[in-house]
């Protein structure tokens, strides 16, 4: 039934209210179609709407043509088509706006700078910044959350520092700047000068926190929170996952208000991530709207725990796929070392993007078909660092370290990643010399190791059973880069220390450590138990 008809002034700047916040293009002409008809058609103020209107639904063309039609446009028209441009991506016509008019206010050039800022020209952002008569907190907010998205940490800490007024938001942008450049640290402590908090800002510093697995102080700030909502919720689950505390996980997860699909997805990736394919799967089932990552979770654990038949068989029930469930197929025929079935669904694939190409490679490497590993490496459209990376570690784990070699000498750039894979192919391959001395070239580099590269190194010493190196790789992660040891670091340790005989002192470590024992520590643990003489 179309709308009842209505004189009132107010009628119709509710109805393009109602259909701005709906984003529905058919009824938004529909609405304008009803204020040309009326005795408002030209009305600035509506005018002003529609163009608003038109901007939300990302049609930068019919917002343009209301503009036209104004024929006095006011400082509020102008900020309107300039906000319009901006969300169409005009950056540049919104510049050719905003220097057509004559008289602009606060409002004018926070949009403009805020434009440039979020867009990365921070140059420019500077030099509207510098231009304008006054600013507010929102024009400081505005600037300082472009350098926060743009990861300009120094010019970030420069402007909080010279606010004249600070908001949330403020700390929330420094906050934010400090995470995105990895000082995590350095973000909870500002976290805990804020004058107060709020949703955002908590969960942020709760997901500082996860990353560092400052697991208790992540659990201290939630059960602060007067209120959380599912976006928190779902961080500290994943927390309490990541460091293998399913239980706690699980409890947080049964008291959840309403978990949405993405709470469900992070609770079975957090029963797959850690050998409990059961859990993982009876969870799933329980599932009342999976989404494609929620199969593509259970299809990644199976694929992890060489399960191919249950991944197939998952892989086949899905309603829907996109290229990440087709990766995740082929990386478990790979895991299965089931090469005719990989060949043939890369084959079948819709696309093949640096992934799919990188775990066929692989794949051939390991089944000793080097011959085809080549062959597919230049046919690959492209590639990047983990390509090479995921070459560099196949050739080092079959035994080929001159491929490995070679391969780092190809790569067009070396990152940390980069020499990461190389410092874990000599070690792999047993050559501890050559492992530590690349190491060493590594930092001499300028390059910082983290604690992914620190991991890659200890797994790579942890295989070849030669504990003291290992250790004293776990040692240089606290002591010498500051960095906080995973679950996964201390099993690497344990599985070095059974490796090389010592099965008290892996039984001790443990038994001693601040994890829950998951389905890979108890199969570490049984196969020492089981290869120990009697």
Same mark, same amino acid.
């Given at each position: 039934? *179309? ?16 259909? #701005? ?109 510098? #231009?304008? *008569? ?7 907010? $505005? ?128 029963y797959a991530h850690h050998g409990f394919m059961a859990e993982a799967r009876a969870l799933f089932d329980a599932m ?30 899905? *309603? ?65 660092? $983990? ?9 080092? #784990? ?137």
């Amino acid at each position: 039934m *179309p709308p009842r008809r209505s004189d009132s002034y107010g009628f119709y700047a509710q109805l393009i209210h109602l259909c #701005r916040s709906g984003k529905d293009l058919s009824r938004c002409k529909r609405v304008h179609e009803l204020v040309l008809e009326s005795q408002f058609s030209r009305d600035t103020f509506l005018l002003n709407l529609l163009v608003e209107m038109y901007g939300r639904c990302g049609r930068l063309d019919l917002a343009r043509a209301v503009f036209a039609t104004i024929s006095n446009p006011n400082s509020f028209s102008f900020n309107i088509i300039i906000s319009a441009c901006i969300q169409g991506n005009a950056i540049d016509e919104a510049r050719l706006v905003f220097d057509k008019i004559s008289q602009r206010n606060v409002v004018t050039w926070t949009t403009i700078l805020s434009a440039n800022a979020q867009s990365g020209n921070l140059l420019e952002a500077a030099m509207i910044f510098d #231009r304008m *008569p006054q600013h507010n907190v929102i024009t400081w907010n $505005s600037f300082l959350g472009g350098c926060a998205r743009n990861q300009e940490l120094f010019s970030a800490l420069k402007l909080f520092d010279l606010m004249p007024e600070r908001s949330v938001i403020s700390w929330i942008n420094l906050l934010t700047a400090l995470s995105r450049k990895g000082h995590l640290q350095e973000a909870i402590r500002t976290f805990l000068q804020m004058p107060e908090w709020n949703m955002v800002s908590s969960t942020l510093v709760i997901n500082c926190c996860a990353e560092l697995q400052h697991i208790s102080r992540a659990r201290e700030i939630f059960d602060r929170m007067p209120e959380a909502d599912v976006v928190t919720w779902t961080t500290m689950i994943a927390a309490y996952g990541e460091i293998g505390n399913l239980e706690e996980a699980k409890r947080l997860f049964d008291s959840m208000p309403k978990p949405d699909t993405v709470t469900w997805t992070t609770m079975v990736t957090a029963y797959a991530h850690h050998g409990f394919m059961a859990e993982a799967r009876a969870l799933f089932d329980a599932m009342p709207y999976p989404n494609v990552a929620s199969w593509n979770a259970m299809i990644h654990g199976y694929s992890h725990a060489a399960m191919a038949d249950d991944a197939l068989d998952l892989f086949q029930e899905m *309603p829907k796929r996109d290229i990440l469930s087709w990766n995740e197929m082929l990386g478990a025929y790979v895991h299965g070392g089931d090469i005719p079935c990989a060949e043939l669904h890369f084959e079948k694939m819709p696309g093949h993007g640096v992934a799919a190409w990188t775990n066929l490679i692989v794949a051939y490497v390991h089944d000793g078909r080097l011959g085809d590993a080549g062959r597919a490496l230049e046919r690959m459209p492209s590639r990047d660092c $983990s390509t090479w990376r995921a070459l560099l570690e196949a050739y080092a #784990r079959g035994g080929y370290i001159g491929l490995a070699e070679a391969s780092f000498q190809r790569m067009p750039e070396r990152n940390v990643v980069c020499w990461g894979a190389l410092i874990y192919g000599y070690a792999v391959s047993g050559d501890r010399a050559r492992a530590t001395r690349a190491f060493g070239v590594l930092s001499l580099e300028g390059f910082w190791p983290t604690i992914t590269t620190l991991g890659s190194v200890m797994s790579a010493f942890s295989s070849a059973g030669m504990a003291k190196e290992c250790r004293d790789f776990f040692g240089a992660m606290v002591l010498d880069f500051g960095l906080m040891p995973r679950v996964e670091h201390y099993w690497l340790v344990v599985d070095a220390l059974g490796r090389a005989g010592d099965r008290a002192k892996a039984e001790d470590l443990a038994l001693s450590m601040p994890f829950q024992l998951d389905n890979v520590a108890r199969a570490i643990l049984l196969r020492y138990e089981k290869s120990s003489p009697i």
